[in-house]
T-cell receptor, first 116, second 112 residues
Framework: DSGVTQTPKHLITATGQRVTLRCSPRSGDLSVYWYQQSLDQGLQFLIQYYNGEERAKGNILERFSAQQFPDLHSELNLSSLELGDSALYFC???????????????FGPGTRLTVL | AQSVAQPEDQVNVAEGNPLTVKCTYSVSGNPYLFWYVQYPNRGLQFLLKYITGDNLVKGSYGFEAEFNKSQTSFHLKKPSALVSDSALYFCAVRGYTGKLIFGQGTTLQVKP
């Protein structure tokens, strides 16, 4: 158990809908990262938050947004869902901003999103 | 651009034999390299990392990895494979902002 929790484990929804994925980092970790795992794209970085502020953005669609709250949990919002958004979404956390020797990312169990 | 490549989609090995899962990297500057393992319906579990220092890095579950700067490789190894090691293995390099850039993954199949 990495200490990173994600809810829900599974999500089935229809095209055009909006969903929210939740992540709680390990105790003491200030950074939260979101990744998408799909068969065709592999594991792709979406976005990083550090202590409530957006720190880095990857290949995140405009239909997707995220935030990190004062208690450091994070939510990833996916809207106007398309079939191609079906994937496994992982959250990871690390203690610092991500650039120090001690910054190892620990991953949650993921949320499997199925868009029908 | 920083990248990693895992040249083998699948590696098959018999239980008790040594295993190697290959990874090569392309970075400017000093690389920060990682190995993660993903079991079915589970998240990624951290195995080990190379930051600096010894070229042989020891990690969890008896795994180790050898960093080779001249060959830009970071191969994952284990002296004696177990059936329970069967899983999907990812090599990753850390990007400038801390994000991880992953290889495509290698499925390890250990047969009894």
């Amino acid at each position: 158990d990495s200490g990173v929790t994600q809810t829900p484990k599974h999500l089935i929804t229809a095209t055009g809908q909006r969903v929210t994925l939740r992540c709680s980092p390990r105790s003491g970790d200030l950074s939260v990262y979101w990744y998408q795992q799909s068969l065709d794209q592999g594991l792709q970085f979406l976005i990083q938050y550090y202590n409530g502020e957006e720190r880095a953005k990857g290949n995140i669609l405009e239909r997707f947004s995220a935030q990190q709250f004062p208690d450091l949990h994070s939510e990833l919002n996916l809207s106007s869902l398309e079939l191609g958004d079906s994937a496994l979404y992982f959250c990871a956390s690390s203690v610092g901003r991500g650039g120090s020797d001690s910054d190892t990312q620990y991953f949650g169990p993921g949320t499997r999103l199925t868009v029908l | 651009a920083q990248s990693v490549a895992q040249p083998e989609d699948q590696v098959n090995v018999a239980e008790g034999n040594p295993l190697t899962v290959k990874c090569t990297y392309s970075v400017s500057g000093n690389p920060y390299l990682f190995w993660y393992v993903q079991y079915p319906n589970r998240g990624l579990q951290f195995l080990l990392k190379y930051i600096t220092g010894d070229n042989l890095v020891k990690g969890s579950y008896g795994f180790e990895a050898e960093f080779n700067k001249s060959q830009t490789s970071f191969h994952l190894k284990k002296p004696s494979a177990l059936v329970s090691d069967s899983a999907l293995y990812f090599c990753a390099v850390r990007g400038y902002t801390g994000k991880l850039i992953f290889g495509q993954g290698t499925t390890l199949q250990v047969k009894p």
